[in-house]
């Protein structure tokens, strides 16, 4: 175990160099310049324009750049912001917001969605199911956006019952809108995955034979469809804590809560490697991160799997 | 008489009429299931009973209806499955018609089951010892005492010991045993037993914490030659009553599992086949019910371990007076187990009665039919047609085939000194599969290769086909070592030396309609046309007596003998010389294996084909080989002709084989 351990880590060092490097040289290949930008309407001072290009290394080769990135990195060093802000403490704001916001969608769409998928797979083919089937589909199939404008106008604006925006120190009541609408998709997967497990599960010869010992309907349920069942749920369930992370960029856009999604695009619009680097960077370690937690629960879950 | 007294002989007669009436009596009994919209009816009109006790076997082909009647019973129907009429009584109660909490109160406690596929009927999650502990606690037994039925209560007060109370039914502890063995070696000593340690040793033996009682120490002590009110003191005082965990492990080590206080704390992939059904076996019997129900409990397990398991769930179910209900499609041990055989065909009963009755004088045509085909009953190498004399013209171009064989020479297949080794995971030290095994097949003959699972036959198999490489030793096809062939020559090798493999589920490629599984080896090695490879694939399903039909159809739409029958007429597509057959008729019923065997053997005879058959069952190899080579652990025990091995076993393993063949000592009322 302490072996696989150790290998899984060492193996997020090339996962890590390789994302970063891909990173930056789309942040590298972006159309236009920068630096030029910085001036908006006004004319390009060359001297200045040359001083802020050394001072962020933008005037080295791409590659030189790349790795006077890392070696900051190393020691924590990310560098300023144009705005001259250090990349830090911009990180420092953004991500408690998003976890926040993560956390609240992850608890969301755990809850009622196994609840749903188990109402689903025990009531297989009655009209409970069908309705679930139909909203889980029609969740599926309508983007992100679609679903938050709708929310947001008819709960924010014509209602009154919610905040219709977060701002800046979002609390429970600002994000709760926000949260059902970002896991609203992986909800509705997770209700179909639950019911599917479920009623695949259901006709398991071991299932039978609990019955046939003479135990309740409830105790077969519990202890050998349902256990069996979310085996699949709860992998699928931390794989998407990263997914969540990263996929509130829509989200944090509609609802204008100032974030990792929203920062990273303005970062992205004012084409600051520096920044878009370190966020991803971060993002890419929650996720491998993320993975590697949901391998060794998968172990703990299932005791056929041993990792040697 | 008071009115009092009067009431308490009539419930006493009353109570021996319940106990001399059938356990379980089931009459006209009908099940359909729900398909596309349509009733098919799986069992019409089902009658049989089952007394108090008694063992009955249903025995059937797969889709006779057997098992549907057996979940009938237990309530558990699969899918759309229903009982539409006739009746089912439990003890003289209906169970037709009863709600789900009143079946969950009978299941358990009242019928047990012992299921058919030990690989999928236990929970991969949940410990063993916690699967065989929900059975306990859903029928709330008392883990302390046994629980006995009348009948085995009063068989075993009929014994040298008269139960008093029920206190006398306590099991032993693992807390009482260390006590009860020094109490037990000293009173050994103070009353002068001879032999005190080899008694000692049986004592170990025979006390298992939470399945041997405080009376049957008792018994033990007085036979050993205590006296009998010592015997009965040191059983009072060091056996006081199992705990839950030593009941579990009590109950396992019953089900006859080694060990099995740790066994109980593992999970069900740490078992092998055999160790699960075991496990199965103490759930079934957990909570002593009445009735067994046992569907197909050994289908899926060596004969050598069938036999083991069959002899242990005897003696159990015999000894707490268990009456079972047995499920088989294996007329053989159907006969050799259950006082009573109920033959069903189609869904419907066509014939039951005492076991030697039907096996001796059946009456029903598919009985009949049954009783010839059983492989456990025939005794004799099966005659080709072309000896019955049907094929006369057939018979002259194998005369002509034969000359030019002759040149060649007469082993097609040798093996010599092979030995493969495996690296097994965290252990230093290799394992040897197969271990210097050599022989050779002579051409136009079946040679059988035979031993338990394990034994490396497969590997043996896989190394002659050259999908293995052998650790030494060589594998030669007409002179020429096959470690060598490479490219053409490879090819070559796997046109004449092809497999028939033991699934004929696994082994046809599900996408893939059967023309173009037959046709696939003819397309690869790029033989003939469109046209002429479809004339072909014509011939070779008329040749394994398939209609043509087939051709547009898949896999699943066939039954298991048709596609075995697919399988060997793909393996014969490209003319080869020599088949492996690789298990190619365990998975089949006895009728199919049947057809399929004759069928191999008739196109042996019409094509001087070579056999290498892989099998555990024996009485397979007496239908087709013509010389058999025993292996055990890897090694080559016992190498002769079939009627020597047969007849003049050499060795012990052997004769364990030999008699593990189901109804093999059984006598046919057949000429």
């Known amino acids: 175990m302490g072996k696989y351990l150790l290998r899984r880590i060492l193996q997020m060092i090339p996962v890590v160099l390789g994302t970063t490097l891909l990173i930056y040289a789309l942040v590298f290949a972006l159309p236009g310049d920068p630096v030029a930008a910085m001036f908006g309407d006004k004319p390009v001072n060359q001297a200045v324009a040359a001083q802020i290009r050394s001072e962020y290394n933008l005037d080295k080769p791409f590659i030189v750049q790349y790795v006077l990135f890392l070696k900051n990195a190393l020691t924590l060093n990310f560098g300023n912001t144009f705005a001259g802000q250090p990349v830090v403490s911009v990180i420092g704001r953004a991500f408690p917001v998003t976890v926040k916001l993560a956390l609240m969608a992850f608890v969301f769409e755990g809850v009622f969605g196994v609840i749903f998928g188990i109402i689903g797979g025990l009531t297989k083919g009655k009209w409970s199911d069908n309705v679930i089937l139909v909203l889980s589909l029609l969740l599926i199939s309508v983007p992100t956006f679609v679903t938050g404008f709708i929310l947001q106008y008819l709960f924010g604006v014509k209602w009154h019952v919610l905040p219709a925006t977060a701002g800046a120190n979002p609390g429970f009541m600002d994000l709760l809108m926000p949260a059902v609408v970002l896991g609203s998709v992986s909800m509705a997967s997770i209700i179909r995955l639950t019911r599917t497990e479920i009623t695949s599960n259901i006709s398991e010869d071991y299932v039978r034979t609990a019955r046939a010992k003479g135990m309740s309907n409830r105790q077969v349920i519990l202890r050998h469809v349902l256990r069996n069942s979310l085996i699949p749920v709860v992998t699928y369930l931390g794989a998407d804590i990263g997914g969540l992370m990263g996929g509130a960029m829509i989200t944090e856009r509609i609802f204008n809560i100032q974030g990792v999604g929203n920062t990273l695009f303005q970062a992205i619009l004012r084409g600051e490697g520096t920044l878009v680097v370190s966020i991803v960077t971060i993002l890419v370690m929650i996720f491998v991160i993320c993975s590697l937690v949901v391998d060794m629960l998968y172990a703990v879950l299932d005791p056929r799997i041993r990792y040697a | ?671």
């Open chain 2, 1 to 671: 008489m008071s009115q009092e007294e009067n009431m308490a002989v009539k419930a006493d007669q009353q109570a021996d009429v319940a106990s001399s009436g059938p356990l379980l009596e089931v009459k006209d009994l009908k099940v359909d299931f729900t398909s596309d919209g349509r009733d098919v009816h799986a069992v019409r009109d089902a009658s049989f009973s089952v007394y108090p006790g008694q063992w009955v076997a249903i025995v059937g082909e797969s889709g006779s209806g057997k098992s549907t009647c057996a979940m009938s019973v237990l309530g558990l129907l699969p899918g759309t499955g229903r009982v539409v009429d006739g009746s089912i009584r439990l003890q003289g109660r209906e169970l037709v018609g009863l709600g789900r909490k009143e079946y969950e109160d009978l299941r358990g406690s009242h019928m047990g089951l012992v299921p058919q596929d030990p690989m999928s009927n236990l929970n991969p999650v949940w410990r063993i010892g916690s699967q065989v502990k929900e059975a306990l606690v859903a029928n709330k037994m008392d883990v302390s005492r046994e629980k006995r039925s009348r009948l085995a209560q009063e068989l075993a007060s009929s014994e040298d010991i008269k139960l008093r109370s029920s206190d006398d039914e306590l099991f032993i502890s693992s807390a009482d045993l260390p006590g009860l063995l020094k109490a037990a070696r000293q009173v050994l000593d103070e009353a002068g037993v001879p032999n005190p340690d080899k008694v000692m040793e049986t004592f170990k033996g025979e006390w298992d914490v939470g399945s041997e009682t405080r009376w049957g120490v008792a018994r033990s002590l007085i036979r050993a030659g205590v006296g009998e009110d010592r015997a009965w003191g040191i059983a009072k005082a060091h056996v006081t009553g199992s705990d839950m965990n030593d009941r579990i492990a009590g109950l396992l080590s019953e089900a006859g599992l080694p060990d099995a206080a740790t066994r109980a704390r593992q999970y069900p992939h740490e078992f092998s086949g055999g160790m699960r059904q075991r496990a199965l076996i103490a759930i079934g019997l957990a909570s002593r019910p009445d009735l067994l129900i046992a569907d197909e409990p050994t289908s899926a397990l060596d004969v050598t371990v069938q036999k083991k398991i069959l002899d242990h769930l005897k003696g159990l179910t015999d000894s707490l007076g268990t009456a079972v209900l047995f499920i088989t499609h294996d007329l053989g041990l159907a006969a050799e187990r259950a006082q009573h055989i109920v033959v069903m065909y189609k869904g419907q009963v066509v014939e039951s009665g005492p076991s030697l009755e039907v096996l001796q004088h059946p009456q029903h045509p598919y009985t009949k039919r049954l009783v010839q085909a059983a492989p456990s009953l025939a005794s004799q190498r099966i005659i080709s047609a072309k000896q019955r004399g049907q094929d006369a013209e057939r018979l002259m171009e194998h005369h002509v085939k034969g000359e030019s064989t002759l040149e060649r020479s007469e082993h097609v297949i040798t093996v010599e000194h092979l030995t493969k080794e495996f690296k097994l995971p965290r252990k230093r030290e290799l394992f040897k599969a197969v271990d210097d095994v050599s022989f050779s097949v002579k051409r136009g003959t079946t040679l059988a290769i035979v031993g338990e699972s394990g034994s490396g036959k497969s590997t043996v198999a896989n190394m002659v086909l050259h999908l293995l490489t052998p650790t030494s030793g060589t594998v030669t096809y007409e002179n020429q070592d096959i470690s060598g062939f490479k490219g053409h020559e490879l090819m070559e090798f796997r046109r004449h030396v092809q497999p028939v493999f033991q699934n004929p589920y696994g082994s046809l490629d599900p996408m893939y309609s059967i023309y173009r599984s037959i046709e696939e080896p003819l397309r690869i090695h790029r033989i003939g046309d469109r046209k002429s490879r479809e004339q072909r694939v014509r011939e070779l399903l008329d040749m394994v007596e398939m209609p043509e039909s087939v051709m547009g159809r898949y896999p699943n739409e066939l039954s298991g003998g048709q596609r075995q029958r697919i399988a060997i007429a793909r393996a014969m597509a490209l003319n080869p010389d020599v088949i492996i057959c690789d298990e190619a008729v365990s998975a089949l019923d006895v009728l199919v294996q049947d057809q399929v065997l004759r069928l191999l053997n008739d196109l042996q005879a019409e094509r001087g084909l070579s056999y290498l058959f892989i099998t555990h069952d024996l009485a397979v190899v007496r239908q087709i080989a013509d010389e058999v080579v025993v292996m055990q652990q890897g090694r080559l025990v016992e190498h002769a002709t079939t009627d020597e091995v047969f007849d003049h076993p050499q060795r012990q393993y052997t004769r364990d084989l030999l008699d593990a063949i189901p109804g093999g000592k059984l006598r046919l009322g057949l000429d």
